[in-house]
């Protein structure tokens, strides 16, 4: 008893493995043999059919020559008659359209069925129109004909019975030969997307190296002696501009307190009620638009102005000392203000004439750039990962659909 226990252990625990190079060939094994099989076993439909084919010619002949026996109104028999010939016509249209296939192999058939059940029911719905009127003259006849024809509808289903109880195995095979080529598309796209990783990692090292190295450039660069000669002229410029900022101020606080008098003169002038000669109403256009640009001349010119009481101010004794230390203090001050633009000038002039501004710029322009490489160097690979990932749980998803397939044509081979 314990040998054949270990007979039949062995054949229930056999089982093959193929890889997915050795699949196609296996399936298209399978898939022969199948229709080896089924040629085998509808071989003797075929000449049924042929058989077939040929009676209903020969009923259909047989309607186009009889006659009417019978005392039937002529009426009936002209409508019968035309409706015979539509039957015939039928018919005939449907023996030109079937025709037997050389192959006999399982696709070849399902096709020749699928087509003749189409042109076979087209014909019958034609017909039994036309039978209707046929039989009421021509019964015999034109019963032979359908009898026939409906004959041929049984056959070329009896075509098909044994392939319809193989559908199962027959959708297996066409499934897995399709998934095979889609596995095998997937495992191509896997490895195209790695070995295109493969180069944007080297590209990234490559950027990385590169961005260092133009860092350390920068680093050295900011740590020379040149590097701090330009810093001190950057330091010295902004302390220039400082002063000139402070001195423009200077000047405005002391012109600033004779705002008021100064748009009264304007107002006077530009109506028309009070003269001045054209420097002096240049010299007023320029305090109310640049006031560091006024001559200090002006100044002694609108004195005499306001102590004249033209323009009708009041509390002219605050006014008068500050219009004085406008004349005493703002050529000098004008002057200082001038020295300073000329050094700001000068120091502007040796700052644009130092070569670190531009290789700083250099080496930060192509870290910048370098750095934008690489965030997309790495975006790409991040993309790359998801869409391995994906694409190999699609590629599981596949194998597991194509071993349940496999299973089904034989449950004792696994895909490896």
């Not at 008893?1 to 298209?28: H, V």
Request: with cysteine; proline share 3%.
């Amino acid at each position: 008893m314990k040998w054949i226990k270990k007979i039949f252990a062995n054949k229930e625990s056999r089982q093959d493995t193929l890889n997915l190079d050795q699949l196609p060939g296996w399936l298209e094994s399978k898939s022969r043999k199948i229709s080896e099989e089924t040629g085998r076993k509808v071989s003797s439909i075929f000449p049924e059919i042929k058989k077939t084919l040929a009676r209903i010619k020969n009923s259909t002949e047989e309607l186009d020559k009889s006659k009417p026996e019978g005392r039937f109104h002529l009426k009936m028999i002209k409508v019968a008659t035309s409706n015979r010939d539509n039957m015939s016509k039928q018919v005939k249209m449907l023996l030109e359209n079937i025709v037997i296939p050389e192959e006999k192999d399982v696709k070849t058939i399902i096709t020749f069925h699928k087509n003749g059940m189409h042109t076979l029911g087209i014909c019958l719905e034609n017909m039994m129109k036309s039978y209707q009127y046929t039989k009421l003259v021509y019964f015999e006849e034109s019963k032979d004909v359908i009898a026939d024809v409906n004959s041929l509808g049984r056959l070329l289903n009896h075509l098909v019975e044994d392939i319809d109880l193989k559908k199962p195995l027959l959708d297996a095979l066409d499934m897995s030969q399709g998934l095979v080529i889609y596995i095998k598309k997937i495992a191509v796209d896997i490895d195209s997307i790695e070995r295109s990783m493969k180069e944007t990692d080297a590209r990234i090292v490559f950027l990385k190296k590169e961005i260092e190295e133009d860092q350390n450039d920068l680093n050295i660069l900011i740590q020379s002696q040149i590097w701090k000669q330009y810093v001190s002229a950057k330091e010295q410029l902004i302390l220039l501009e400082s002063n000139a900022q402070k001195k423009s101020s200077e000047i405005n606080d002391i012109i600033s307190p004779l705002s008021k008098a100064i748009n009264r003169l304007k107002q006077l002038s530009e109506s028309g009620r009070y003269t001045l000669k054209p420097e002096d109403r240049d010299a007023l256009n320029i305090c109310l638009s640049c006031p560091i640009d006024v001559p200090p001349e002006f100044f002694i010119t609108f004195q005499k102005i306001v102590e004249s009481g033209e323009l009708n101010l009041q509390k002219t004794d605050k006014l008068l000392p500050q219009i004085q230390l406008a004349a005493s203090t703002l050529g000098e001050k004008r002057k200082e203000y001038n020295l300073i633009l000329d050094e700001i000038r000068t120091k502007e002039d040796e700052i644009s004439k130092m070569k670190v501004i531009g290789e700083e710029k250099e080496l930060k322009d192509s870290i910048t750039a370098l750095e934008d490489k690489l965030i997309l160097a790495e975006k790409d690979i991040d993309a790359s990962r998801k869409k391995i990932e994906l694409l190999k749980k699609d590629l599981e998803s596949k194998r597991l659909e194509l071993q349940q397939n496999i299973s089904m044509i034989d449950n004792n081979v696994r895909l490896s």
